[in-house]
């Protein structure tokens, strides 16, 4: 259940936001999350957007990983 | 696919590896990871080979339809046999076993039982059947819990009439604090869930060091995530420096997401509940608020079971052990005899994060 993946928002229609998944366009509710721009990545749960990457933490956590490398 | 590709990195997920068997104790150690996904993708990436002999991975509670006590399976299928009830759930309850029945042998016997992806689909099913009485079976963590409170306020800002909530939510971090409390448990370190902490945040945590000095690292999913999560957890054992260290922080904040713990606490109150397998954990439920009484299932249809005698075989059936982590699904004498993927026996067996389920499909 907790099988969520980052989607790309590609348009904002009032409270959903559309994200491509496996080639098809899905409705994905953004009330958890308000602030959503497109282009942003949203992981979604269950049809809701719980949270949005934040890039410069991600390549934070590839860079501390790459140390360790 | 971005975000997902750059952590599945062989080479690094190599070298993380190396690190973890350089950082690792002389002392056999546990790790309890809390999360049924984090045992899946585990197996499923193969990651157990990579680590040291004396690392044992335990897999915890983190599974909702696991851990959904045998009477609120019982009450769900006696809804579903109430002539013009729909019952709604997430795909995993379907086959998830009672003490008598199941949803999906009651769908088999004609009962009207529909399976949706998102909370918010009820709504459609109610709008399109309003001469029926549609029960939704709330299930899942903190994860789940604000995607229903906000169905739930839609339900009743378009005043359905006919959709009713039957609540199963619980809370994580009681629950660990609970199994803690277990002086069988003998784990030195959580790897904590990682879209559950996206909610809740890190400071959910904080509590578990402090109080009983074990090591926690919020992970994400990818390999990399979980190895260098593992990887941290040693480091801090080894260095006797337990605290909640954030591996997540793409997508974890402190705070967690406030809009969705303000939209939980607008919709239910906290209550004690049963944990299938553990027992009665306090504070560790969530029921829908007085306010919303009549989109409570409990509250406008309650129900009364007579006590029903338990099949033999489910007396022998260990599930409750193996999600507390004290036994590996081999050691449960119904593992991979009479307890399969086909024909589960258990909850950790049905659902396809389960831990019993994990083991017999990639082991």
Known sequence: MCLAIPLEVEKIEGDFVLVKAGGILRRVNIQMLPDVKVGDFILVHAGFAIEKINPLKAKETLDLINEIH | MRYIDEFRDKNLIRSL?????????????????????????????????????????????????CVSDENYIDKAVAYSKIKDVIIVTFADMLRVPGSRSSLEKQRARGSDVRIVYSAWDTLRIACDNPKKTVIFLSVGFETTAPTIALSLQEARRKNLKNLLFFSSLKLIP???????????????????????????????????????????????????????????????????????????????????????????????????TKWRGIGCVPKSGLKLKNEFFRFDVEKVMPLKLRGELKDKRLKLCRCGDVLKGIIQPLECPLFAKSCKPQSPQGPCMVSSEGTCHAYYKYQ
């Open chain 2, 17 to 65: 590896a190396q690190r973890i068997n350089q950082v690792m104790p002389q002392q056999p150690i546990n790790l309890m990871e809390v999360c049924g996904t984090h045992t899946m993708s585990f197996h499923r990436f193969g990651l157990k080979r990579l680590l040291p002999s004396h690392l044992r991975l335990v897999s915890g509670p983190g599974c909702p339809v």
């Open chain 2, 174 to 272: 009681a629950a660990m604090d609970y199994l803690l409390k277990d002086k069988r448990l003998n784990i030195q370190g959580f790897l904590c869930p990682g879209h559950v902490s996206t909610i809740i945040g890190v400071k959910s945590y904080e509590f578990i060091p402090k109080k009983y000095g074990i090591a926690c690292c919020i992970a994400g999913f990818e390999p990399l995530d979980i190895m260098q999560g593992i990887y941290v957890l040693l480091r801090q054992i080894r260095q006797d420096r337990p605290e909640v260290i954030n591996q997540y922080m793409r997508l974890v904040k402190r705070q967690g997401n406030k809009k969705a713990q303000a939209v939980i606490k607008k919709a239910f109150k906290i209550t004690d």
